[in-house]
């Protein structure tokens, strides 16, 4: 999502369409013959001796419990990321509620969504960098939802290092979309979260910021400070029952990294959705993904600064 203009919030929805009950229907009384074949089991398959009896039958007959709907609200819905996400929520028939900056990409994520199976899906067209209009947004996505159960998070900007070293002012676009307005909206759903005692927050950071290297210093410092806001939300609020998830991810092939060099190597896209989408079911605390990125940023860690300094990372 990219914070160049502002766009004045659109919301649309559907909702659940209400079906009839069918009419009862009462069967005809049997014949005295049919009621004594009843009896004596006549015209039954009998059953072989000497084969065990297979409870296959019975086991189909019990009817499954049906899985609850899970009401969803994603913030950045046009990131490559969320859209994979998105995809396989809507497959499993949750609830859902877009927001996005880009009004045609949103809208083709949300039909994509109706298409997949997703019980409801309501949109809104929104600039997330506009933080004053959170708390109005924020409350008429929930209300759309009739509640919440998870809130993700996948808004971000990579911005471009070079400008960023000269231009503090394109330092600070990098810094407020990935940071500032992100706090914004999680202390909001903090306390909405916490006043129920419930509810799920997935903010999506990265590995770059566990260590601050020159090829990405700003955006890896923007990501630095959301994981530290993160995790001191997460030690605020898990006793009042919210769950407050980190995800790391390292790089991943979407559109916002297809110029990358070696992106041809970067983690699919639809594999990093499938391990969110089970974490944040789970309610983990902190992922990586892929998973080896957690050996990875242990040994970056771990070069001593004197060292570090002098490689180019």
């Given at each position: 999502m990219s914070p160049d203009s502002q766009n004045p919030t659109k919301?649309?929805?559907?909702?659940?369409?209400?079906?009839?009950?069918?009419?009862?229907?009462?069967?005809?009384?049997?014949?005295?013959?049919?009621?004594?074949?009843?009896?004596?089991?006549?015209?039954?398959?009998?059953?072989?001796?000497?084969?065990?009896?297979a409870l296959r039958s019975v086991r189909e007959q019990q009817e499954s419990p049906r899985r609850t709907a899970r009401k969803i609200l994603v913030l950045g819905a046009t990131s490559g990321i969320a859209e994979a996400c998105i995809r396989q929520w809507a497959q499993r028939g949750d609830a859902l509620y877009l927001v996005a900056r880009n009004p045609d990409r949103l809208a083709a994520v949300a039909a994509d969504a109706r298409t997949r199976g997703a019980s409801t899906v309501g949109s809104a067209v929104a600039?997330?960098?506009?933080?004053?209009?959170?708390?109005?947004?924020?409350?008429?996505?929930?209300?759309?939802?009739?509640?919440l159960d998870v809130a993700f998070l996948a808004m971000?900007?990579?911005?471009?290092?070079?400008?960023?070293?000269?231009?503090?002012?394109?330092?600070?676009?990098?810094?407020?979309?990935?940071?500032t307005a992100p706090v914004s909206l999680?202390?909001?759903?903090?306390?909405?979260?916490?006043?129920?005692?419930?509810?799920?927050?997935?903010?999506?950071?990265?590995?770059?910021?566990?260590?601050?290297?020159?090829?990405?210093?700003?955006?890896?410092?923007?990501?630095?400070?959301?994981?530290?806001?993160?995790?001191?939300?997460?030690?605020?609020?898990?006793?009042?029952g919210v769950r407050v998830m980190t995800i790391k991810?390292?790089?991943?092939?979407?559109?916002m990294?297809?110029?990358?060099?070696?992106?041809?190597?970067?983690?699919?896209?639809?594999?990093?959705a499938s391990t969110l989408v089970k974490a944040i079911d789970r309610g983990k605390d902190v992922v990586y993904v892929p998973g080896i990125w957690r050996i990875i940023m242990a040994v970056i860690r771990a070069i001593p600064e004197r060292i570090f300094k002098k490689l180019n990372l």
């Open positions: 919301a649309t929805g559907d909702a659940a369409s209400d079906s009839k009950p069918a009419s009862a229907v009462s069967a005809p009384a049997a014949s005295a013959e049919a009621q004594a074949a009843v009896v004596s089991g006549a015209g039954r398959p009998q059953p072989d001796p000497e084969q065990p009896l600039d997330l960098d506009d933080t004053a209009a959170h708390p109005e947004l924020l409350a008429h996505a929930i209300n759309g939802l009739g509640g971000g900007v990579l911005g471009e290092q070079s400008q960023a070293e000269r231009s503090f002012s394109a330092a600070h676009q990098i810094l407020h979309t990935n940071f999680l202390t909001w759903l903090a306390n909405y979260a916490a006043q129920r005692h419930a509810g799920t927050l997935a903010v999506l950071s990265s590995v770059a910021g566990e260590r601050g290297r020159r090829s990405n210093y700003v955006y890896g410092s923007s990501k630095a400070g959301l994981t530290a806001f993160v995790d001191g939300l997460r030690n605020r609020i898990d006793r009042d991810p390292g790089p991943v092939k979407t559109a990294t297809e110029a990358m060099k070696g992106s041809e190597k970067f983690a699919d896209v639809e594999s990093v």
